[in-house]
Structure formats: C-alpha cells, structure tokens
C-alpha cells in the first residue's frame, strides 16, 4: 500500500502532474441577518488578547449589544474559561435582560458544554459564525477595532487590576460620551434613552 504523499513524490519526481480534488462547499442560499429593533434583542461576543507588561497573556471578552452599539460588559482575565463566561453572562443578566440571541464565533469557550446548558437553561440563541468569515459579526469586530485603538494600544498594563481599572474607565466614556456616526452621532446610551 502507498500513502498519498508518497505518491505526490513520485508524481513530482517524475514530472507528472498531480490531480488535486478541489472540496465540495456546501451551497447555502444567504440570508442576511436582520437589523435588531430593539435593545437586548441581539449581542455579540468575541474575544481581543493582549499582553500585561510582565509578558502575562491578557484575554478581554467584549459584548456588544447590536442595536445601540452599547458595550454591555468587558471581562479581563489572563484566562477565560466557559464557566467562567457563563457565570459573567448571569453577572449581567442581574442588571438587565438577556438577550434573545447572542452572535459569536466557534472559539472553544464559546462552544463549550458550560455555555451550551447556559444558553439552553436560560432560553438565549447561540448563534455562530461560520468559521473564517469575521464578517457575520461585524458589530463586533469593529468594536473590537476600536477598543484595541482606544484603549490596548494607548496603556502598558502593570497588572491585572490595572488593566480592568483603564478597561472599565474607557468603556464608561465608550458608552456615555463617545458620538457613533452610526448613531446620527449620539452616545449609545443617548442613543437608547432617544429611542425608547
């Protein structure tokens, strides 16, 4: 019996071309994602790392609700586990609504068993992704775009606390001062107040 890359050797040794089989996508029609009407319809969640200025590894998970743009919660930790996600995801859930469905891609703390029983007690939507396309959560990858711009390049993290105070404190002005041209260049917060 002779493996493939033996073969593919051969074929090149002598001169002869290899035929490739190309793989078969899946032809799905599209669908764009509806606009969200309302607050706490739809968030998105995604994660942006970094580096504390002892070399330690920083994760940030952001969530973004998708119709007012508001950061609805930041957590920085040098590790982020599912249950962790789950048990922040419930610290939220205390001070507002869940939403109905949250947009994320196939990281393995999203995908986890924790979040699956979380999101399935809880009656919230996991909608993923496809893999490779960043493009289905655009809300917030452009968030993240801006936080990495506002906020990671602008501070050399000492520690851990420091990193969560300077996080914190951007995402209060994010949020309540910063104008959104999106947002016919209100706050979110104002943004929310206005619509409601």
């Known amino acids: 019996?002779?493996?493939?890359?033996?073969?593919?050797?051969?074929?090149c040794e002598h001169g002869l071309q290899v035929r490739t089989r190309r793989r078969k996508r899946l032809v799905r029609p599209r669908t764009p994602?509806?606009?969200?009407?309302?607050p706490n319809q739809r968030w998105s969640m995604d994660f942006v790392s970094d580096q504390l200025a002892s070399g330690r590894r920083l994760r940030v998970l952001n969530i973004v609700d998708d119709f007012n743009r508001e950061c609805v919660g930041?957590?920085?930790d040098t590790s982020i586990s599912g249950r962790?996600?789950?048990?922040?995801?419930d610290e939220?859930?205390?001070?507002?609504?869940?939403p109905a469905s949250i947009v994320c891609d196939n990281g393995p703390e999203l995908t986890s068993k924790?979040?699956?029983?979380?999101?399935?007690?809880?009656?919230?939507?996991?909608?993923?992704?496809?893999?490779?396309?960043?493009t289905q959560n655009a809300f917030i990858?452009?968030?993240?775009?801006?936080?990495?711009?506002?906020?990671?390049?602008?501070?050399?993290?000492?520690?851990?606390?420091?990193?969560?105070?300077e996080i914190t404190q951007w995402r209060i002005h994010y949020n309540h001062v910063r104008p959104h041209s999106s947002l016919g260049y209100l706050p979110p917060v104002a943004y929310?107040?206005?619509c409601a």
């Open 1 to 11: 019996m002779i493996n493939r890359k033996r073969t593919y050797r051969l074929y």
């Open 33 to 38: 994602m509806p606009l969200p009407d309302r």
């Open 74 to 76: 930041q957590l920085a």
């Open 84 to 89: 962790r996600l789950a048990r922040f995801l």
């Open 92 to 98: 939220i859930a205390q001070q507002r609504s869940l």
């Open 114 to 134: 924790a979040m699956f029983f979380w999101a399935r007690e809880r009656k919230v939507t996991l909608a993923f992704i496809q893999p490779g396309k960043p």
């Open 141 to 165: 990858e452009s968030f993240n775009g801006k936080f990495r711009d506002g906020c990671l390049n602008q501070h050399w993290f000492l520690s851990l606390a420091d990193a969560r105070h």
């Open 192 to 194: 929310a107040e206005q």
